[in-house]
């Protein structure tokens, strides 16, 4: 193997290790900038085209994504005290500007001092490399309720 080529493979590994960090603090970011009422920030985690489907509610762009967070149902959430707590992403895949991840979630509300589990959930993420970086362009969101679609989520087969 030559130097030119070796150097080459050393590159595309160093790429794969910064698009997967990048992928990551992209997707981490979520819990912190959501429980903090940031709608422009957490809005601008996805693609100007990007699609938010939870639960029954599907946002279409980051203006939707950006009125989902100062709606009174998610303030009443996070003004009562709340932790959306995302677990390590699975990077499924990386191919050129296209990424695909799997994470699952919990989200935590506090209720008369006492902390509970509220909401359990998985998630697949898909994300396109912008000038700006990585951006969400479809999540799709599913309460982990033993349900067959939840299944399909976690093991990337829908």
Known sequence: MSGDEILAG??????RLEDELAIIRKLTAYGPLVDA???????????????????????????EVRAMVLSDAHQNIIGGGSAHFFGPPHIECIEGDEAAAICESILVRQEDGRFYIWRAGVHRIELRRTDSGWCVTRRVTRPLNGSPEARELVTGSK
């Open 10 to 15: 050393l590159a595309a590994r160093v790429q």
């Open 37 to 63: 009422g940031e709608a422009d920030a957490v809005a601008e985690l996805w693609a100007e085209d990007g699609v938010y489907d939870v639960e029954g509610w599907r946002m279409a762009g980051r203006a």
